[in-house]
């Protein structure tokens, strides 16, 4: 019979450690959810990956055909309870991890959303395919969207402004605008008048600043977005949409003194935008610089010389000023090649500055030569696009003045000439009259004692001068530590008062009425810690948190496990006091 006895414990061993393997290669989990499994065209969902029994960050890249994708980062998601049955407390941790995606679907139809597979702790984890239906915004006679440039075509850096018209004819909220093609340019919203309302609207997650603007019978909006475009070929802005809820219907609802009222139901909506372009040219080849650098707009160039008086080898600064750029961040080719001769520069020079359309760039340089009588004309080729050709502009001349250049020999740093005679030698000389200092006769000695030494020497002094501090130290203590002493004497008492008369209130309790008991015991315990604080011990906590769940988690506990359970707290209440002391 012994040996039966010890099969069944080998067997039931062997049972355990399979279940536990089970369990532990199930722990591990991976579940992919939509927000939405229907989209408007140009609104977005949110897709959510669920790593279950691990906190292992993950964030997995994804390509999804027909939708963009925008990571929106991850968070632990871990949750811990605590249960407490016939007084054995379990606690229960679950581990978990959660990233998301932002998905903007690019066209109409039935998306599949692939299996997602992921490595975590040496294991390899993949999610369930997801479904996304994807809706055709409709046009709407009581809403539109209305895109428009201000001309046909512009040239590379050439600005373009692009005006978007929002106009509506029913009430509606959360308007939201999506313009795909727009989130890759240089673009930047241009002011409103002072005089028109303003409201901020998101395009493609951003905030522009819209103004009113009514057109005939219905309300409007909107903004005027400025263009740079880098590159040749065009700008073409489809499959615009804009999201909104509006109403669509009432429902009768009773209001709190109980009369009927109609209420407006809003519900989502997405109607499409008109499709606009604008043709982006590039610098023709005709007649183009053979220096040209990409400078266009209408160029002016200053240039500042500080000092313009100077000797050979002198540094001076010069500041170039380019204004009316199109494209403040085009290069600037070092300044050595428009400068000539008899002028040193350095091959580094400070970070240009920008402010606008401005770029201002600061050069030391150093003048080498005593023939150099000026800064020359510096002058920059660069594209006209309002004139459609290439042009050159120039700065003025700066006139300088080279002074001569005096050779000091080190016989004059000496102080003598080159024959040896004294050249303007400063010898010193015995003053006839003031005090000698190096006199040291007797009587100068005498009665020489410092003030101060004397003064340290007196016992009066002494004790005069310890009078303010010995009598400050005495308020101090009279008007601050000994209220503090007081009130922590006064609080040790009223704690244990307190304490005394919650043992005293609890010592004969009918405890038939578990839950009822528990729940005030609980509430009454949770007043005392509020005014006193928990006491820094890892066993008391353990048995507040089985009280906790003894009394909202509804567990079953026994009228002698709830008067157990109420005397550890008040012991271990008593014992934190005591330390506390």
């Not at 006895?5 to 067997?11: E, S, Y």
Request: hydrophobic share 40%; charged share 25%.
């Amino acid at each position: 019979m012994k040996l039966i006895a010890t099969g069944k414990q080998i067997l039931l061993f062997l049972i355990f450690l399979f279940t536990a393997s089970v369990l532990s290669a199930q722990g591990l989990s991976l579940t992919a959810e939509l927000s939405d499994d229907q989209v408007w065209l140009g609104d977005s969902v949110q897709l959510m990956l669920y790593l279950q029994g691990s906190e292992e960050a993950i964030s997995p890249e994804l390509n999804i055909p027909g939708v963009n994708v925008e990571p929106l980062g991850g968070t632990v998601r871990s949750s811990r309870s605590v249960t407490s049955i016939n007084g054995k407390v379990t606690e229960d941790i679950r581990k978990a991890y959660v990233c998301s995606y932002r998905l903007t679907p690019t066209s109409p139809g039935r998306i599949v959303i692939p299996s997602i597979e992921v490595n975590v702790e040496g294991q390899t984890l993949k999610s369930s395919q997801a479904v996304l239906a994807v809706r055709e915004p409709a046009a709407s006679d009581d809403f539109s969207l209305e895109l428009e440039f201000d001309r046909n075509a512009v040239y590379i850096d050439e600005r373009v402004y692009l005006k978007i018209g929002f106009f509506y004819g029913q009430s509606l909220r959360t308007l939201e605008l999506s313009i795909p093609g727009l989130e890759g340019l240089n673009y930047e919203s241009m002011p409103v008048d002072d005089e028109r309302e303003r409201y901020e609207i998101l395009i493609n997650g951003n905030p522009v600043i819209f103004g009113r603007d009514d057109k005939g019978n219905f309300a409007g909006l909107s903004a005027l977005i400025s263009i740079r475009p880098e590159m040749a070929g065009q700008i073409l802005l489809q499959r615009s949409t804009a999201s909104f809820e509006s109403v669509s219907g009432y429902k009768r609802v009773q209001d709190f003194f109980g009369r009927i009222q109609n209420q407006e139901v809003y519900s989502r909506t997405v109607i499409p935008g008109n499709t606009t372009v604008v043709d982006v040219l590039p610098f023709p080849k005709f007649d183009q610089p053979e220096d040209f650098f990409g400078l266009s707009g209408d160029i002016d160039i200053d240039v500042v010389v500080t000092p313009q008086e100077v000797h050979i080898g002198d540094p001076i600064t010069l500041t170039l000023n380019i204004n009316k750029m199109n494209n403040p961040d085009v290069a600037i080719p070092p300044l050595g090649r428009y400068l000539g001769g008899g002028i040193d520069i350095p091959d580094t020079r400070a970070s240009a500055a920008i402010n606008g359309s401005t770029k201002t760039i600061t050069q030391t340089i150093r003048i080498s030569e005593d023939w150099v009588t000026e800064i020359p004309t510096i002058t920059f080729p660069y594209f006209d696009p309002d004139a459609e050709k290439y042009k050159n502009a120039s700065s003025a001349a700066v006139p300088l003045t080279v002074l001569e250049t005096k050779i000091v020999t080190s016989a004059e740093l000496e102080g003598v000439s080159q024959t040896g005679d004294p050249t303007g030698k400063v010898l010193l000389e015995r003053k006839k009259e003031g005090i000698y200092h190096n006199y040291t006769g007797k009587k100068l000695l005498q009665d020489s004692i410092p003030v101060i030494e004397r003064l340290q020497s007196s016992f009066l002094i002494k004790f005069l001068l310890l009078v303010p501090p010995a009598a400050f130290i005495a308020v101090l203590i009279l008007t601050r530590i000994r209220p503090h002493i007081r009130r922590r004497a006064s609080a040790r008492i009223d704690k244990h008062r307190d304490l005394r008369k919650l043992k005293k209130q609890w010592k004969k309790v009918d405890f038939s009425n578990v839950h009822d008991v528990l729940k005030l015991f609980n509430r009454q315990v949770s007043v005392y810690l509020e005014r006193w604080g928990l006491p820094d011990d890892d066993k008391l906590i353990h048995v507040l948190e089985a009280l906790e769940a003894a009394v909202y988690g509804r567990v079953e506990i026994e009228p002698l496990q709830a008067q157990e359970l109420t005397a550890e707290i008040l012991i271990l209440l008593d014992e934190g006091v005591k330390d506390a002391e």
